[in-house]
């Protein structure tokens, strides 16, 4: 039981930094979308 309680916690870090990074990238994605849409470069 203890090695399931172990590798669910280290198996829990890689999904969460990956989830937040996701969601920094998606958001800045839209930014940048967003502000293209807004100020072209032409």
Not at 5 to 14: A, E, G, L
Not at 24 to 41: F, K, L, N
Request: hydrophobic share 55%; charged share 10%; no cysteine.
């Amino acid at each position: 039981m203890t090695l399931a309680v172990v590798w669910h916690f280290w198996i829990s870090v890689p999904l969460a930094v990956g989830g937040v990074l996701l969601t920094i990238g998606m958001i800045a994605g839209y930014v940048g979308t967003v502000s293209r849409a807004r100020y072209p470069r032409d």
